[in-house]
Every structure is written in structure tokens, then in C-alpha cells.
């Protein structure tokens, strides 16, 4: 699912594109993308993009008369810059934006339709599907902190809790436990000051340099590679590979279709965390420490 960094990046492309254009035509191409029943597609047309903000993990296109149009990803959902006159990919597109410079295009691969667009008008109707993450950029330690540690979960579930903090998901926490030397089960209730700031000072700093990252990456061309993983990740993907800064294996843990990745060394003290696809096979013979890896 594209996170923060990967969304800063497509608002970046996008705002050089659509701000100031009017949208020709808003163009449903599979009916189930639409979640919203009022406003209609066609209210849309002949409106000017005014601004585009970031929701969460959802993008927000703002029109003329408070409309607004946002689209959420979800797991397989992408953008695509088309230019004028090309058309939208038959199987892959869900909704196509038509301007005079060229067609932003919603798609998602697989079979499943998770990718969704949603249509308002007015700040109340918008502020009304914000889950109420705070944006890291302006947080202070304080206000991290009690955010945090207000109620006791684990360390994976807080970071990812859209209620919580805002934008950031499976594999940028991955990357922040990681550089902040913290066990992704460790719960909330038992981070001692120094944890807490370590923890917040690898959120804002992970968050910051992929962003800064991807976006030198992209330049002025439209993001067409947005992943979750990627080779420069410390841990994230990487399961099996050597840690970047210990080289000790790159371990996981497998929960239904989930998965998320860590270092033994560097964050558990060497313990191995329960795979429950792998623990419940091997049971006794299931290794508790990495030296028992051999």
C-alpha cells in the first residue's frame, strides 16, 4: 500500500500538472471504484483544480465550490499521467480525470477492487472520513508521546494505526523500528523516555529521507515505479538477507496475509519473534535465538 513518502510524491507530480487546469470530464471506467453517491462525476466537469493535499494515505484533489474528489489506494491501487489522446489501460483502469494537458488515470492490479473514489462537497463532509492521525512533520516529542502511549499496544500496530498517526503503514514501519532499534512487538506501556524519543526521532527522520528520496528519484516525470519494496530498505522485503548494519539475517514474522520484517540483533536482543505459520509447524523444534540458527 503506498504510504506517506510514495503519496508526497504522486501530489508532487500531480500539482505540477492539474493545479490550475479545469477538469474536462470525470470518467468512471469500472462502477464499483465509486463509494460516494452524491455528488454525481458530472458536477465536476468544467471545475479548476484549486490544491491537492494528502488524507492519511488518501489523495485529495480540490476543485471550485468546496468539491472534492479522493482517491485511496489501498493495497494494489496506482496513477497514471496519460497524454492527451492515449487511452486508459482496458483491464487495469477504474477512473479516468480528462483535462486539456493530459488524463490522470486510477488503476489496480489483480482482481480484486479495493482502490476506491470518493466524492464531496464541503470541509465538514471531507474532515468527516479523516481517521484523525496526527502528521508527524509537526508533531512535537510531547505530543508524540502521549498520542503513543495512550493506550498499550504493540510498537507494529500503534505506528500503523491510521487513528493514531497519519500515513504510515507496513513498510515504512518496518524501516522506523528498525532504525529506532525496537522490537515491533514491544508494547506501548513499557517505553522507558529514551525509547520514546529514539522512536520519534526514527519516525520523522525514516518518513523525511524517503520522501526526499523518492522525490529526487522521480524529478520532474510522473512516479511509475511506487512500491513497497524497495532495495535500499534496511529490513522491509528483505527477509533472509543480511541487516545493513549488523548482517545478521533479516527475519519476519507471518500473520494471515501479512507480513513484516525485523532484525534479530539489532532489535530483540537476539530472540526470534513467534512465526505463527512457522512456529505451529516445527513446535519444539522452532529456534528462540538467533544463535540457534546456526
Known sequence: MPELPDIEVYLHALRQRIVGQRLTRLRLLNPFVLRTVE????????????????????????????????IHLMIAGRLRWLIPGRAPPKKL?????????????LTEAGSKRRAMLQLYIGEAALSAIDPGGLELTSLTLAQFAERLTGQSHTLKRALTDPRLFSGIGNAYSDEILHRARLSPLQLTSNLDAAEIESLYVATRAVLSEWTDRLLAECGDGFP?????????????GRYGQPCPVCAAPVQRVVHASNEFNYCARCQTGGRLLADRAMSRLLHDSWPKHLDELG
Do not use: C, N, Y
Not at 43 to 58: C, I, M, N, P, Y
Not at 224 to 236: E, L, N, Y
Open 39 to 70: 455528488p454525481s462525476p458530472g458536477e465536476f466537469a468544467d471545475s479548476q483544480v484549486l490544491a491537492l493535499r494528502r488524507l492519511g494515505k488518501r489523495i485529495v484533489i480540490e476543485f471550485e465550490q468546496q468539491r472534492f474528489a479522493v
Open 93 to 105: 483502469a477504474l477512473a479516468a480525470f480528462e483535462f486539456p494537458s493530459g488524463t490522470l488515470v
Open 224 to 236: 511509475d515505479k511506487v512500491t513497497a519494496f524497495r532495495p535500499q530498505m534496511a529490513v522491509h
